[in-house]
């Protein structure tokens, strides 16, 4: 397929300003501006005005429960799997699938297959071994052997911490749980980092903190995630930036993670250690003051789309800056940079959207293919 979008502004996510972008294949050919159209077309190429329109990377969704979520509740509190075509249609180009409360009913086998149907229907698709349980479950018995030897697997999680879900790891665990997936990153070329479900215990973020604190473990092999559940867990998650430099993720909320994240630039936060997520798919469960659930919902996946254009149109903040937690930021912790996620750059991965000037999607490119 060779395919020319002519003229967009493009956010990279950095503002290169009004340019051509080719594609050829799976790749961003060239980025340039005066790319002749004729040229193309003469080649059997399509060649496609986008002179009012932006161009951006799509978005990664590094948390994701592709066959559903929950069942605290019984069999019947069992959320639905999904469908590639939800993720698509709503601009996220990568996802990152993952177990979650229940690894029993569902494993790791079935994930795979799943991820491999997202890849197979043009997504780029990765999952994590292990689930909440600690010590985790895995495919081949092995935690570093799943990560070094099937490609999808780049890393562990969601591991609970801090909730009354979680196996109750130590900070001793946690460090070796996350040193192997290192360890096995190295091995095999991937991230091999360890994805921290953080519950409402009031522990919060002491585990991780005591884990780094001899400076074996680099912070950066690790991310909180749900860190926004609390105000206060919220001031611990920003502490783990300052003090150790690592990352955060946010669950994406449509009616209020727009405002945390603007609030969180203006006062000055290092912007470059944000992620958001959708958890999507997963279950949203509401639990009593003894624990026992009370109401459940399937976490909706259009919230990374819904929380980027409510930051630049209720908050007017700068695009490049909007798109980092969505795109930039994901791609650097699961290191997918070099394979064009998360960015828009000459000889990687065509993964991009085309939106008009209301952020509305338009076209979805994710390996080069023409999705939407």
């Given at each position: 397929?060779?395919?020319?979008?002519?003229?967009?502004?493009?956010?990279?996510p950095?503002?290169?300003?009004?340019?051509?972008?080719?594609?050829?294949?799976?790749?961003i050919?060239?980025?340039?501006?005066?790319?002749?159209?004729?040229?193309?077309?003469?080649?059997?190429?399509?060649?496609?005005?986008?002179?009012s329109?932006?161009?951006?990377?799509?978005?990664?969704?590094?948390?994701?429960?592709?066959?559903?979520?929950?069942?605290e509740?019984?069999?019947?509190?069992?959320?639905s799997?999904?469908?590639?075509?939800?993720?698509?249609?709503?601009?996220?180009?990568?996802?990152?699938?993952?177990?979650?409360?229940?690894?029993?009913?569902?494993?790791?086998?079935?994930?795979?297959a799943?991820?491999?149907e997202?890849?197979?229907?043009?997504?780029?698709?990765?999952?994590?071994?292990?689930?909440?349980?600690?010590p985790?479950k895995?495919?081949?018995?092995?935690?570093?052997?799943?990560?070094?030897?099937?490609?999808e697997?780049i890393?562990?999680?969601?591991?609970?911490?801090?909730?009354h879900r979680?196996?109750?790891?130590?900070?001793?665990?946690?460090?070796?749980?996350?040193?192997?997936?290192?360890?096995a990153?190295?091995?095999?070329g991937?991230?091999?980092?360890?994805v921290?479900?953080?519950?409402?215990?009031?522990?919060?973020?002491?585990?991780?903190f005591?884990?780094?604190?001899?400076?074996?473990?680099?912070?950066?092999?690790?991310?909180?995630?749900?860190?926004?559940?609390?105000?206060?867990?919220l001031?611990?998650?920003l502490?783990?930036?300052?003090?150790?430099?690592?990352?955060?993720?946010?669950?994406?909320?449509e009616?209020?993670t727009?405002?945390?994240?603007?609030?969180?630039?203006?006062?000055?936060v290092?912007?470059?250690?944000?992620?958001?997520?959708?958890?999507?798919?997963?279950?949203?469960?509401?639990?009593?003051?003894?624990?026992?659930?009370?109401?459940?919902?399937?976490?909706p996946v259009?919230?990374?789309?819904?929380?980027?254009?409510?930051?630049?149109?209720?908050?007017q903040?700068?695009?490049?800056?909007?798109?980092?937690?969505?795109?930039?930021?994901?791609s650097?912790?699961y290191?997918?940079m070099?394979?064009?996620?998360?960015?828009?750059?000459?000889?990687?991965?065509a993964?991009?959207?085309?939106?008009?000037n209301n952020?509305?999607?338009?076209k979805?490119?994710?390996?080069?293919?023409f999705?939407?």
């Amino acid at each position: 397929m060779l395919v020319l979008l002519k003229g967009p502004e493009v956010y990279a996510p950095e503002h290169l300003g009004r340019k051509d972008i080719l594609i050829a294949g799976e790749n961003i050919f060239r980025i340039s501006e005066g790319i002749c159209p004729d040229s193309v077309t003469a080649i059997g190429g399509e060649a496609i005005d986008c002179s009012s329109c932006i161009a951006v990377p799509g978005f990664i969704d590094g948390h994701v429960h592709p066959l559903g979520g929950g069942g605290e509740g019984g069999f019947s509190t069992r959320t639905s799997e999904g469908f590639a075509e939800q993720f698509v249609r709503t601009g996220t180009t990568t996802v990152i699938g993952m177990l979650g409360t229940d690894g029993i009913t569902r494993d790791h086998i079935s994930l795979l297959a799943k991820m491999r149907e997202f890849g197979e229907k043009g997504l780029n698709a990765f999952m994590l071994t292990g689930s909440y349980r600690f010590p985790v479950k895995t495919i081949t018995g092995d935690l570093m052997r799943d990560i070094v030897l099937i490609p999808e697997i780049i890393g562990v999680g969601e591991v609970a911490v801090s909730d009354h879900r979680s196996s109750n790891m130590t900070a001793e665990e946690l460090q070796r749980l996350a040193m192997d997936a290192r360890r096995a990153g190295l091995l095999s070329g991937k991230a091999g980092v360890c994805v921290l479900h953080l519950g409402d215990g009031e522990a919060r973020l002491a585990k991780l903190f005591e884990a780094t604190e001899d400076g074996t473990l680099n912070p950066k092999q690790t991310i909180p995630t749900h860190i926004c559940r609390t105000d206060e867990l919220l001031a611990e998650g920003l502490k783990w930036i300052s003090e150790r430099d690592g990352y955060i993720d946010l669950t994406a909320n449509e009616n209020k993670t727009h405002a945390i994240l603007s609030g969180l630039y203006a006062q000055g936060v290092n912007f470059d250690r944000l992620c958001v997520s959708s958890d999507g798919l997963g279950s949203a469960p509401v639990f009593d003051d003894e624990k026992n659930l009370i109401g459940l919902k399937s976490a909706p996946v259009d919230t990374l789309l819904k929380t980027f254009v409510r930051m630049v149109n209720e908050y007017q903040m700068d695009i490049s800056e909007a798109l980092k937690p969505f795109t930039l930021n994901p791609s650097r912790f699961y290191k997918l940079m070099d394979f064009g996620q998360g960015v828009i750059n000459e000889g990687k991965k065509a993964n991009l959207l085309v939106m008009n000037n209301n952020f509305e999607i338009l076209k979805v490119f994710s390996r080069g293919r023409f999705l939407v």
